[in-house]
């Protein structure tokens, strides 16, 4: 099956610093999403991306699509405490969606 | 607009007990659905998916069966549950488009 490899795995930042994650393919993708997971909770989309080369903002995050199609990044600004959580990147092929292995984020006030 | 219920939230069942957990999603007709289990809060594991009624795909055998008896219903079930069933399962489903996947608030089963 797909595999699609997260990094870093996890991050420990102070607040206020900035984010900066990746995902890899080894299959190109046509729409890469991501996604948020509180504790104890379904994760959440936070961005979807559908185009190679794009970039696309949801507040303080932005994410852009590789332009090999291969890969995604997201970019979190001035972290605050409630950034914590686990994030996910994700891209469908069939009827399936592939998750990446998530990266942690800590916030340290 | 489209919401995702799970129930229940949270279940305690011991070894050898049946297991049913329900997902119903509303405002959307026809959607492809999906059973996933998360164990130590990380990485989804794929379970079942559903095209449509009756409709069931296995990703993974184990003692665990879905079915869709209704367009917008999708449960998970089991016979007789093991200790290795233990975990937190998300239902979600998408409209089919392959644009994007929303996930129910999740169901936490310990199986002691």
């Known amino acids: 099956g797909q595999q699609l490899n997260q990094s870093p795995q996890s991050m420990f930042i102070q607040e206020g610093e900035d984010v900066s994650m990746n995902c890899t393919s080894s299959s190109i993708f046509n729409t890469w999403l991501w996604y948020k997971q509180d504790p104890g909770e379904g994760p959440v989309l936070l961005i979807a991306?559908?185009?190679?080369?794009e970039l696309t903002s949801n507040g303080r995050l932005t994410a852009q699509f590789g332009i090999t199609r291969k890969d995604s990044f997201l970019n979190i600004s001035a972290s605050i405490p409630s950034d914590v959580g686990i994030y996910f990147c994700?891209?469908?092929?069939?009827?399936?969606?592939?998750f990446g292995t998530g990266t942690s984020l800590t916030v340290i006030p | 607009s489209q919401t995702i219920h799970q129930w229940p939230a949270t279940l305690v069942q011991p070894v050898g007990s049946p297991l049913s957990l329900e997902c119903t999603v509303e405002?959307?007709?026809?959607?492809?659905l999906y059973w996933y289990r998360q164990a130590a809060g990380r990485g989804l594991q794929l379970l079942f998916y559903s095209v449509g009624i009756g409709q069931i795909s296995s990703e993974v055998p184990q003692n665990l069966s879905a079915s869709r008896p209704q367009d917008r219903q999708f449960i998970l079930s089991s016979k007789k549950l093991l200790l290795s069933d233990s975990g937190f399962y998300l239902c979600?489903?998408?409209?089919?488009?392959?644009?994007?996947?929303?996930f129910g608030p999740g169901t936490r089963l310990l199986v002691l």
């Open positions: 405002g959307t007709s026809n959607p492809n």
């Open positions: 991306l559908y185009k190679a080369g």
């Open positions: 994700a891209g469908p092929t069939g009827n399936q969606f592939y």
């Open positions: 979600a489903w998408d409209s089919g488009a392959q644009e994007t996947q929303y």
